[in-house]
């Protein structure tokens, strides 16, 4: 492999022009910089990163640790992160915490080790000794759509809320009223936010949310399952299902089936995050969808912000409900079908 030193004596230059060179430095004469890059590119001269790291003190790197890499809603996070990350200049260095806060603790530990230059996490739980010390001790970190409260790092989200509102009233216009949610882990700002939305917008159509209509989940699927077959032995059981994530939602799914019901014409199921095969199942599902690219795009920038030092934004995104007919046809419809 071609060294730094190789490329100044086939430019016939010092190693300090050819730093000044690689860098952009201004101070080379355009004659010099023309027989630099030509000797980088007959050499195939590529720079030492781990070196120049060293010299900068920047890895050009960044580190983002997400709570489920099979969970297709991270997994479009993830790919717009990398492609805005690689857009300006950037690599990223993924870990997958799985839900589990051990692993997640792990991840960043390493990814520190590593001296990435700073860290976007949605948080498995809150309580990462690692992850709060980088925080207090000054690491650029950015929180994406989950968050811990009382922590000073700039976050990045959804604000689902309206979303949920909208949904309730198009289930109470369907002519529903016994709903159901499957929370997610009440550890996490998400699980706890939904369920509070949902209680919210069916106190404003004069619902009640018993317990017994109020499923612990854990964002995945074998949870989904388990709530929903509780849900399907009640004496009155719900007329609509509301899963907090999409994996949850295919679980309530599997679990519909199993009994022999159909969606949603003895059930009816919705979901938040939408996924891109929502639209595909039969029948498709009525999904609030986040903003994906959006978000990993501002988390990227808040965070290169920070280690670039300018002022970071924490940033406050709509979601929204996309209708299908998971939960049924109007009521005017369903009285006048055969």
């Known amino acids: ?48 990163a781990v070196a120049r790291s060293l010299r900068t003190d920047q890895t050009r790197t960044l580190g983002l640790v997400i709570s489920d890499v099979l969970n297709p809603y991270f997994t479009e996070l993830t790919r717009f992160v990398e492609e805005e990350a690689r857009a300006l200049g950037y690599s990223v260095i993924i870990g997958n915490a799985d839900e589990r806060p051990d692993l997640q603790e792990h991840h960043i530990r390493t990814l520190l080790d590593r001296r990435i230059d700073g860290l976007l996490v949605s948080p498995a739980d809150g309580s990462s000794p690692c992850m709060l010390g980088a925080a207090a001790g000054g690491t650029p970190m950015v929180f994406v759509d989950r968050w811990i409260q009382g922590v000073d790092v700039p976050v990045v989200r959804t604000d689902g809320r309206a979303a949920v509102r909208d949904l309730v009233a198009h289930l109470h216009r369907l002519g529903h009223r016994r709903l159901a949610i499957i929370a997610g882990p009440a550890a ?10 949902f209680r919210e917008a069916m106190r404003e159509h004069g619902l009640a949310l018993p317990d017994s209509y109020i499923g612990q989940g854990d964002f995945q699927a074998d949870s989904g399952c388990r709530v929903t077959e509780r849900f399907l032995t009640l004496p009155e059981p719900p007329e609509v299902v509301f899963a907090a994530d999409n994996l949850m939602a295919l679980g309530a799914l599997d679990a519909i089936r199993a009994r022999g019901l159909r969606v949603p014409q003895d059930i009816g199921l919705a979901a938040f995050d939408d996924i891109p095969w929502f639209p595909h199942t039969d029948p498709p599902i009525t999904a609030i969808a986040q903003p994906t690219g959006e978000l990993g795009r501002a988390a990227v920038h808040a965070l290169v912000d920070i ?18 007919s998971s939960c049924g046809e109007p009521a005017v419809n369903r009285s006048s079908s055969p």
């Open 307 to 324: 280690v670039e030092g300018r002022s970071p934004q924490s940033v406050t995104l709509p979601a929204r409900l996309v209708v299908r």
């Open 188 to 197: 996490t700002t998400t699980g706890d936010e939904r369920v509070e939305a």
């Open 1 to 48: 492999m071609a060294s730094i030193k190789d490329v100044a004596a086939e430019a016939g230059v010092s190693v300090a022009t050819v730093s000044r060179v690689l860098n952009s430095h201004p101070s080379v004469s355009p004659d010099a910089r023309t027989r630099v890059l030509a000797a980088v590119e007959a050499l195939g001269y590529r720079p030492n």
